[in-house]
């Protein structure tokens, strides 16, 4: 025991941060299965209308708060945070926010991974117009973005960390300077878009001294579209977006077709 007690208290306050953060994600879905239809309807016998609109207009202000800084909403802490006693009216409470978001803010609740459960918004008209919010930044950090976005799906989907930062430098932005829009450019590029799962960074393994790359992310693939991407990259090159025949295959590929996209090559 006294040994057990040394080793955890040698542990530094990064690695006490690390080891809570992956606890806290082993324990997230892991409580939670979601009810029957029967255990629904008993449950929603314990609460009055009232009761439940407010915990509807809970989760609402939830998910767009979460959309509001571009972080996915993950199920287990909507169920562990929110929704706690009304768990088992968990799929009555999202119908009505998703009818909610679809009437009133014309939105659509994407899951975007079903392994964690984790959700992002959708403009539906932006959807139904076959374009995306990406198509035509209209601030800075999402212009910087999409174009990170179009040098990793021209190059086929991955690409090495320092091609990023080369392309970057020759639009004046130097992730090792301060920059006057962005700020610290390399935290914004590593950490919030990859956060808010615009971008993947991964780890090259088997590699001496330790090499990065970059991957589109789960947000990107279905927010982005890869067809604007092409258009935006003729009017810069004034080519055809013909030009580019494996991607501009990829990017008119009807949904779910089985293409070698970003998503793919992982």
Known sequence: MTQRKRLSNSQ???????????????????PFTQPSSSQVQRGMEKFTNSQVDQKVAEVLQYILVKDQKKIPVRRAD????????YRNVYPEIIRRVVQTLD???GFKLVEIDTKNHLYILINKLELSEAT??????????????FVILSVIFMKRGVVKESLIW???KKL?????????????????????????RYLEFVRVPHT??????????????????????????????EQEP???SQQYKEAHAPPGASQPSTSQQR
């Open 132 to 145: 995306a919010p990406l198509n035509a930044p209209s601030n800075p950090k999402m212009g910087l973005l």
């Open 103 to 105: 009437q009133v803010f």
């Open 12 to 30: 530094t306050p990064s690695q006490s941060k690390r080891r809570s953060d992956s606890l806290e994600e082993d324990d997230g879905d892991m």
């Open 242 to 244: 013909q030009t580019w």
């Open 166 to 168: 080369n392309t970057l």
């Open 172 to 196: 004046r932005v130097d992730p090792g300077e301060k920059h006057a829009l962005f700020g610290d450019v390399k935290k914004l590029v590593t950490d919030e878009f990859v956060r808010q």
């Open 78 to 85: 909507l169920v562990r945070n929110i929704l706690k006693d």
């Open 208 to 237: 001496e001294p330790i090499e990065y790359e970059f991957r589109w992310g789960q947000r990107a693939e279905v927010e982005v579209s890869k067809a604007k991407i092409l258009e935006f990259m003729g009017q810069l090159h």
